[in-house]
């Protein structure tokens, strides 16, 4: 609790910047298909290492899962709610990770429900997407906390699932040439980094119910 004193007084001093992306779907839009397969695998594989005081996982996350999770939760924090898919800062020349306390609550991660020190494993089930200020800290999850960056874009305009795998689909062929299945594409080589641009979609009414995402109890 003292660390959590001193991490929290240190953020107080950092001025909160502007949320980089408006909603899930500005998210969706501005990143290319190498970067959300990087960031989902990057996920899985801290997921999958081995942790000091835990044992190995029995079971590998796959980066698909990671995926099926964030979308499914509009990249909203399972815990606060808060719209959580930025990346950790990073030092601009260095690229090493500086203070993140300050919009905590927009970095997404990948949470496991019961720890991997309580005895949590890596399957699905036990997996949520999660506002890496929620993920560190347990007794600060608050629906709706406007501290740490917290950040609560309308949700009733948000892509659900089916429409932000269509758009990860467009953004999929544009970059291969090929036709989406989600197992392959996220288990394919690296593609061509020249073939990452955006592409535009558009959508067919009612392909998707505005909704809210699946949160978890505390
Ligand atoms: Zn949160």
Redesign the pocket.
Known sequence: MRLQRIVKSAAAQVPVPNPIYASWADYLARTSWIELRGRCRDSAKRANRKRLLSSAPAHRVDPLWVWQLMSKARGR?A????L?VERRPSHPHKGSPIRWEHVG?RVGSLEHKQTRFGGGGNDLANLAW??L??NTWRDE?FRG?QDHGGYYPDLGREPGPKRSEAILAAKYFAATGEVWSAEAAFASQPVPAQFSGDVEIEYEPGDDEPGEPLYYPR
């Open positions: 924090c815990h606060c709610g808060s959580a609550r999660c506002c200020w929620c999850r906390a």
